[in-house]
């Protein structure tokens, strides 16, 4: 396992979700953030952090706010990937 962090916005569905499932396979601890769908990414996190054993926190918000990434940087200690 790498225990490396990656922070994956979009990370509910699509594209975004297929690079959190590669991240995961390959021992990344995620950061998952959506804009709506934070049910979406529960679910997904739930699953991730079953089957991979790694730490895996959901962010809901909007990545264009100051304020909410600000908050988002203050809670987390080293990003190795950012997507």
Known sequence: MSNKTAIITGASRAIGRA???????NGYNLELICHKNIDMLRTLSDELT??????????????????????????????????
């Open 19 to 25: 690079i959190a499932l590669t991240l995961a396979e």
């Open 50 to 83: 079953s089957k991979y054993n790694i730490i895996c926190h959901t962010h809901c918000g909007d990545v264009g706010d100051y304020n909410f990434v600000s908050k988002l940087y203050e809670s987390i200690n080293d990003v190795d990937v950012l997507v």
